[in-house]
């Protein structure tokens, strides 16, 4: 099957005209998922993308990796710096966790070298926020919403780059969103602090964080809980069916599906479906 492409320039105000025109079937994002193109990097692409450029990405999505999807938008420096890859209302390849439930959005940089404050990075740094920005809105979701590709926990990514701050992009998109950005996103290291605390005292790891609240996958966690239920996946990748031992079975919303397609879940969530109470204190969670 060949990639859906468009290959179609916009500036910010064809781009937010053109997101209106999407109609979803099938296929419903819920979120934004930032990359950098790594490679090509700012210097490798001085004025952008051209057409040859892009025709060059299609071929090697569609023929080389034999993809039948690719990244939604790349975005770099020119005026109308917004480029529709492939169709926004069919799913597409970008970051294997969340491709089912995302828009993939390509900045032109690699920025694990390359500066993302100042000169030309700056510049795709703006573009990308505003058009991360307007699918935000195009969506409904808040800006915390917005995942890197290194936000699940088995990648060993940087995506979009070291030099990219979570909290820094997040309120960003708030701003442009006109609402606060959220109180416990004022730093990486704040973001990151979760503990979860089990019953027998240990701490459950690893821990994600989704829109600023810890979650666990799904599975492991909940034998921790309660040993011997049955787990299953449903076609849409939305909900975990999971039959307690001696209970009704129950519907867990998934918030993410990491690498190798385990379901993570939001640790209230879990608890609450394992009749456990929850305590939390500042950023740790305990379960009794």
């Known amino acids: 099957m060949p990639v859906p ?15 209106e025109t999407i109609q979803f079937s099938g296929f419903q994002p819920q979120f934004v998922t930032l990359h950098h193109t790594g490679a090509p990097s700012l210097a490798q692409r001085p004025t952008g993308f051209s057409e040859q450029h892009l025709k060059n990405l299609l071929h ?3 023929n080389q990796l034999g993809w039948s999807g690719a990244p939604h938008l790349f975005v770099d420096d020119r005026a109308e710096g917004i480029i529709v890859f492939q169709r926004l209302d069919q799913v597409g ?30 510049k795709v740094r703006d573009c990308a926020m505003e058009a991360v920005a307007a699918m935000c809105r195009r969506l409904g979701v808040a800006a915390e919403t917005i995942r890197f590709h290194r936000d699940y ?9 070291k030099k990219v701050s979570k909290p820094d992009v997040v309120a960003r998109v708030a701003a442009l969103l ?29 821990v994600h964080v989704e829109g600023g609240r810890p979650i666990v996958a799904i599975r492991s966690f909940l034998n921790e809980l309660l040993p011997g239920g049955d787990f299953k996946l449903a076609p849409d990748h939305l909900t975990v069916r999971w039959s307690r031992p001696g209970g009704e079975p129950v519907d867990l919303p998934v918030a993410e599906l990491d690498a190798d397609g385990a379901s993570w879940a939001l640790v209230r969530d879990l ?5 456990r109470t929850l305590q939390v204190q500042g950023r ?4 009794g």
């Open 93 to 122: 390849v970008h970051a294997k966790s969340f491709n089912s439930k995302s828009w993939g959005v390509e900045m032109l940089g690699n920025y694990d070298v390359e500066n993302f404050h100042a000169g030309r990075g700056a």
């Open 5 to 19: 492409y468009v290959g179609q320039r916009f500036d910010l105000a064809e781009f937010k005209e053109y997101l």
């Open 284 to 287: 740790t969670v305990r379960i």
């Open 153 to 161: 926990p088995l990648t060993k990514k940087s995506c979009p780059g």
């Open 60 to 62: 090697y999505y569609q």
């Open 271 to 275: 608890a609450e479906a394992a009749n």
């Open 178 to 206: 006109q609402v606060p950005p959220p109180p416990d996103m004022g730093s990486t290291e704040a973001w990151k602090a979760w503990k979860v605390v089990l019953p027998s005292g240990k701490s459950y790891v690893p």
